[in-house]
């Protein structure tokens, strides 16, 4: 896939981040001069410009342009108080791209930050080092390679991850049991963001890790096969899901859909925007969502649209909530920014920022995934009981 097409992509894309210019000395002044110079005269340099050139002549320290540059910018983003702006360097973007393609080169982790600062384990990709070494969703991630991660951005948390394949990262883990070291061996990472499987009773479950290109491809084909694999009803299982392309959530949530809204959003400089559903969506097929506290962004629209048009239950426990508008932007040495520009609505209006989804069925957030499971089931059969009998299907009679 070539660079454009990639970044294209990834201008609406949302969520954790895997553990996966504004540059001033292009000439961009940022600051602004007492008065207008002179016709004729060399205009003044920005206040970026000045103060650059004072510290590399003068510090005692020397610092090279790139580090005063990437300085700059971060300090811009820090202005906006955006807790999910970011800045990247070119690799780290690159790496970003790949893990919402679903391929990198890492440890098999995704990651956000507590509200109380702690990294947070929210997602383990099945068959990764990490996942291999039994590191779970929830562990909070300490250390990496003895080096504490508190204060750190999880974006320069997730370029420590990563690393050439074979090389090894000892990662330190804090869980309700005590704080043990893993050293894990990097490997290249093929997500397996779809996993189906077959249930009892004639039901599909299937399990959406996250939303890298192709996931909603995967979905509809799930529900294209053979009618009688999901006769007993769909469990759609967003549980620990981080996010990420808002095109492939509203591809999934078109699956079980027949067009129609799906996700709003507005911007600044522009009205409201609505991301409709392809028609043809399985449409009668009875659908459960699961969801926990980790269950956030993209998988927070697919789930926010399925409650709202009545086309799902939801069971779990209250969801994340993070539902802003981040559109990364390359700069001219391939390095990029993120940061908010809008904030998504569902389909009745509803605001998902800081608020999440309230699950029509709760189920305890300490419980055992099988306790959402097995409620899922009884949900399902509950539903089935309520739809019509087939034309010509009569009512047995008994003999008295």
Avoid: C
Avoid at 105 to 119: C, F, H, P
Avoid at 237 to 259: I, K, M, N, Q, W
Wanted: charged content about 20%; cysteine-free; glycine content about 12%.
């Amino acid at each position: 896939m070539s660079s454009t097409v990639r970044r294209d992509r990834l201008r609406t894309s949302i969520g954790a981040v895997a553990v996966v210019a504004v540059i001033f000395g292009a000439g961009v002044a940022v600051g602004a001069a007492s008065s207008r110079p002179a016709e004729g005269a060399a205009p003044k340099e920005g206040v970026l410009d000045e103060a650059a050139a004072r510290i590399a002549a003068d510090a005692a320290r020397p610092v090279d342009k790139g580090t005063l540059e990437r300085a700059a910018v971060e300090g811009m983003l820090k202005a906006l108080g955006d807790r999910w702006s970011a800045y990247y360097s070119p690799s780290q973007y690159n790496s970003f791209s790949d893990a919402l393609e679903g391929r990198y080169t890492g440890v098999g982790l995704w990651i956000r930050q507590g509200n109380d600062g702690a990294m947070l384990v929210t997602s383990v990709q099945h068959g990764s080092p990490a996942g291999r070494a039994g590191l779970l969703t929830g562990d909070e991630l300490t250390s990496i390679g003895g080096v504490a991660v508190a204060h750190e951005t999880v974006n320069a948390v997730a370029a420590r991850l990563r690393g050439p394949s074979g090389s090894t990262v000892a990662v330190g883990i804090r869980r309700a049991t005590g704080i043990l070291t893993v050293t894990l061996t990097r490997s290249e990472v093929l997500a397996d963001d779809v996993v189906v499987d077959r249930l009892k009773h004639s039901v599909l479950m299937i399990r959406v890790a996250t939303f890298s290109l192709g996931v909603g491809a995967q979905v509809r084909a799930a529900m294209a096969t053979d009618p009688a694999a999901h006769a007993g009803g769909v469990v759609l299982d967003l549980r620990d899901d981080p996010g990420g392309l808002v095109s492939e959530a509203v591809e999934v949530a078109g699956a079980f859909l027949d067009g129609g809204p799906v996700v709003s959003y507005q911007q600044r400089s522009a009205g409201l925007t609505t991301l409709d559903a392809l028609a043809h969506g399985d449409t009668t097929t009875p659908l459960v969502v699961l969801v926990d506290g980790s269950t956030a962004s993209a998988a927070e629209i697919v789930t926010g649209a399925l409650q709202d048009r009545g086309r799902a239950v939801v069971i779990g426990s209250r969801t994340y909530g993070k539902g802003s508008v981040q559109e990364p932007t390359t700069l001219s040495d391939g390095s990029a920014i993120k940061f908010t520009v809008g904030r998504y609505l569902t389909p009745s209006g509803r605001a998902l920022d800081g608020v999440g989804i309230e699950p029509d069925v709760a189920i305890d957030p300490s419980a055992a995934p099988s306790v959402a499971e097995r409620r899922a089931l009884e949900v399902l059969a509950g539903l089935l009981a309520e739809l019509p009998a087939p034309p010509g299907a009569t009512a047995s009679a008994g003999s008295g």
